[in-house]
């Protein structure tokens, strides 16, 4: 094997560990200004959102839909952020919780699917149950989907989606169709992290994760219908949004490969390829991932 796929996976079993420490963390202590913007309100009608800005502080965004026959949540944060979720919904309702929609394994967005299935059917994409099992996560989910499945409560339907790979091969799109708002977990993610860093887009390719597949996977995301986005981590957006998220992933990749053409090694691609003028502040792993993706379909 030869040295740079050493480094190479070195630098994923590093960014895995980092993401598997963060899922497991006790609840960090926040201020009080970063504690009111996780509490949960409104989006529209019956829908809300608790807030989430991250990986580390926050977790991702959990969508929590009111029905008259109980509540449908979209993720569920981190492992301690059971009870954090079952109060704030108890804020809006006193109906149970009865499904949580995965949006893909991370921790940050399915850490308390132990704590739900004891009493709420989760479900997931297949991919992102074999991730769950593969990486000795717990709570893998007992219901599972290949390319789109329904759930029906209150008279509701909600949908998810499964369009392709992108930041994992496990995400699923979740769509409220009468609400006319998706979620769309980590295959889009937009601003700044609680402690007011920038965030960038991961691809995860231990996890079947591919930047080239994802903007095909954003455009079959744009043939629904909606108008808006509740995204992995972030505040509301609309779909121009994520149009201009793709054209920044086109924009990597085109950077990317231009680099390799003029000589670029997998070993100096960061260096060679600029994303400041995008603000996303990519770490060199991420272009290697690029580098080597991009490679390999030559």
Not at 96 to 116: E, W
Not at 151 to 179: C, I, K, N, S, Y
Not at 268 to 285: C, G, Q
């Amino acid at each position: 094997m030869r040295a740079w796929k050493r480094v190479g996976w070195l630098a994923v079993v590093v960014a895995g560990s980092a993401l598997t420490l963060a899922a497991r963390q006790q609840r960090p202590t926040l201020t009080p200004e970063q504690e009111a913007r996780l509490e949960i309100r409104r989006v529209m009608d019956d829908l809300y959102l608790l807030p989430g800005f991250d990986g580390t502080l926050s977790g991702g965004n959990v969508a929590v839909l009111v029905t008259d026959e109980g509540v449908i949540i979209v993720d569920d944060k981190f492992p301690h952020s059971f009870g954090f979720i079952s109060d704030q919904v108890r804020r809006v309702t006193d109906r149970p919780i009865r499904y949580v929609l995965n949006t893909h394994h991370h921790g940050d967005h399915a850490g308390s699917n132990a704590d739900f299935l004891r009493s709420a059917e989760v479900i997931a994409h297949r991919n992102a149950r074999a991730n769950t099992v593969r990486n000795n996560l717990a709570g893998a989910p007992r219901l599972v989907f290949a390319d789109e499945t329904s759930v029906f409560l209150g008279g509701t339907e909600v949908r998810m989606h499964h369009l392709g790979r992108g930041h994992t091969d496990g995400d699923a799109v979740v769509h409220f169709p009468e609400l006319g708002v998706v979620h769309t977990g980590d295959l889009f993610v937009h601003g700044q992290r609680l402690d007011g860093t920038t965030l960038a887009p991961f691809w995860d390719v231990a996890n079947g994760g591919s930047v080239l597949a994802w903007p095909a996977t954003l455009t079959r995301l744009l043939a629904l219908d909606f108008n808006v986005v509740i995204p992995g981590h972030g505040p509301l957006l609309t779909r121009a949004d994520i149009r201009e998220f793709r054209a920044k992933l086109e924009t990597v990749i085109d950077r990317v490969r231009a680099a390799i053409a003029a000589g670029a090694t997998r070993e100096d691609i960061a260096t060679r390829v600029d994303t400041s003028d995008l603000d996303w502040p990519l770490p060199p792993v991420r272009l290697q991932d690029a580098y080597d993706e991009i490679v390999a379909g030559s």
